[in-house]
């Protein structure tokens, strides 16, 4: 159970009274306040990690006051109350920002279930922001998109490892922004006033690959007519990123563990060494463990690199988070192209939301901008997004009522979600925006069941 220190506010002090012990005999540090004014004071006081408010509250409004004291602090999570349980007031509770509702008579564990959730989820969510408020202040960090789980724990881990200097592995699919996590990285830590040195290993010759990491000296080789002190002595202090490491050839990777193990290295051509102080970042998106395997990658170079593991999803894999990423890029091009668009169709998103995104965000960021550099009005149309990929299946295929496109594109919509969640009803009714029961109704409707999508179990 995670610490908390909980604002209870509820005008009944009987029941006020047995809320409190009930929250205190579970570890919280509760403070229990009757009405809007105590808990004005109470916040203006000191600092609360989450707030429990009736609904009822004499004449006041709990879904009013939590509007009230949310400028006293931003970010709170607020779980409502109420013994007048009804659906239109437990969306209006949410849609104004509150985190969850429950119904009196509530059962202890399930209150206490949902404050642990909570309070998770506003740590989560101040660490988020801390975090890209920091990396704003020095560059445009706007493509980092957390409304998914899986990207919000990777923005978590990158908040508790930026303070130090452990070597950091960073593995994902093309495209999925390995650069901007180590920039993020290298922007929250103590080193982000010193230079950030990235090298794409694959993309460089073998035969030049040694002299760009480590320098060399005048006459070292032909060609060599001056010294070169290379990219590990200009990261000195800083971060040094080496992305797709997995493609390093095996006579650097002896070498570069030098510098991993000892922190100096030999330029080439020159018998003393240089010393270097500076966090090393990798990035690939091939598999290390396979390939050492395979003899293509050094095992002790492996262990040396996987300290720290951050792995990035695909976007296939953060559904939710492909609307807004478009939306941000949307405004990037269109600013750019000086051109006033307002949005996507609903078309453009079906398309958006459909597509596997092999490239990932890259090929997203990608398809946006021929999209706004081709349109000539003011919002974005199915047409534009990927055209290439999609004017052929569609151009045999003829025009469908309306009604029918729709409960196509819910058909198409609730089996991509269930395939991805693997059946689990709960988290695919997360991504959607839906209550569970809301789901099971959509399920219903279209003769969906959750169980032809649930994995089977991993065989021994």
Sequence with gaps: MLPGKLLLIDDDGNLLKIITMRLESMGYDVTAVRDGEEAKGALSAGRFDLAVIDLQLGEENGISLMEELRPLQPGMPVIILTAYGSIESAVDAIKRGAYTYLTKPFDPRELSLHIERALETGRLTTEIERLKGLLVERNDFGEIVARSERMRRVLEVVSRISGNDSTICIQGESGTGKEVIARAIHMASARRDRPFVAINCAAIP?????????????????????????????????????????????????????????????????????????????????????????????????????????????????????????????????????????????????????????????????????????????????????????RFPFSFEPMKPLKEAREKFERDYLSRLLEQTGGNVSNAAGIAGKYRSDFYLLLKKHGMNPADFKKPPAMN
């Design 206 to 390: 073998e035969g030049l690959l040694e002299s760009e990491l480590f320098g060399h000296e005048r006459g070292a080789f032909t060609g060599a007519i001056k010294n070169s002190k290379g990219l590990f002595a200009e990261a000195h202090e800083g971060t040094m990123l080496l992305d797709e490491m997995g493609d390093m050839p095996l006579a650097i990777q002896s070498k570069f563990l030098r510098v991993i193990q000892e922190r100096k290295f030999y330029p080439l051509g020159s018998t003393r060494p240089v010393a270097v102080d500076l966090r090393v970042i990798v990035a690939t998106n091939r598999n290390l463990e396979e390939l050492v395997k395979s003899g293509g990658f050094r095992e002790d170079l492996y262990y040396r690199v996987n300290v720290i593991p951050v792995t990035l999803p695909p976007l296939r894999e953060r559904l939710e988070d492909i609307p807004l990423l478009a939306e941000i890029f949307l405004r990037k091009f269109s600013c750019r192209m000086k051109k006033e668009i307002k949005g996507f169709t609903p078309g453009a998103l079906q398309h958006l939301m459909l597509h596997d995104w092999p490239g990932n965000v890259r090929e997203l960021e990608n398809a946006v901008e021929y999209a706004v550099a081709m349109t000539s009005s003011n919002f974005i149309t199915e047409e534009l997004i990927l055209p290439e990929k999609k």
